[in-house]
Nanobody, 115 residues
Framework: QAQLVESGGGLVQLGGSLRLSCAAS????????MAWYRQVPGKQRELVAYSFKDGTANYAASVKGRFTISRDNARFSIWLQMNSLKPEDTAVYYC?????????WGQGTQVTVSA
């Protein structure tokens, strides 16, 4: 069964960096668009960034210039490099296809940025 497993979250100070990883299994990586999302308790999940197979990427305005999405199709992996982190980046981060498919939501990885 296709599965996505996120890792790399943690606690970081304002201005710090983290690199999130997402390992895909099954046939998910045959899908062209893969993305990172995030969710704060009580709020809707929001799109952070997505990447085409060729590496072309798009970002939410709130993270543009600070976050970088990358992928290795041969290794079925996606990463999210997050720099200049702010408290408002605190959330659970998930990877999924774009648009997202309900069957592929994983546990996510918690990112907490302290002021």
């Amino acid at each position: 069964q296709a599965q996505l497993v996120e890792s790399g979250g943690g606690l970081v100070q304002l201005g710090g960096s983290l690199r999130l990883s997402c390992a895909a299994s099954g046939t998910i990586f045959s899908i062209n668009l893969m993305a990172w999302y995030r969710q704060v308790p009580g709020k809707q999940r929001e799109l952070v960034a997505y990447s085409f197979k060729d590496g072309t990427a798009n970002y939410a305005a709130s993270v543009k210039g600070r976050f970088t999405i990358s992928r290795d199709n041969a290794r079925f992996s996606i990463w999210l490099q997050m720099n200049s982190l702010k408290p408002e980046d605190t959330a659970v981060y998930y990877c999924n296809t774009y648009p997202a498919l309900d069957a592929y939501w994983g546990q996510g990885t918690q990112v907490t940025v302290s002021a």
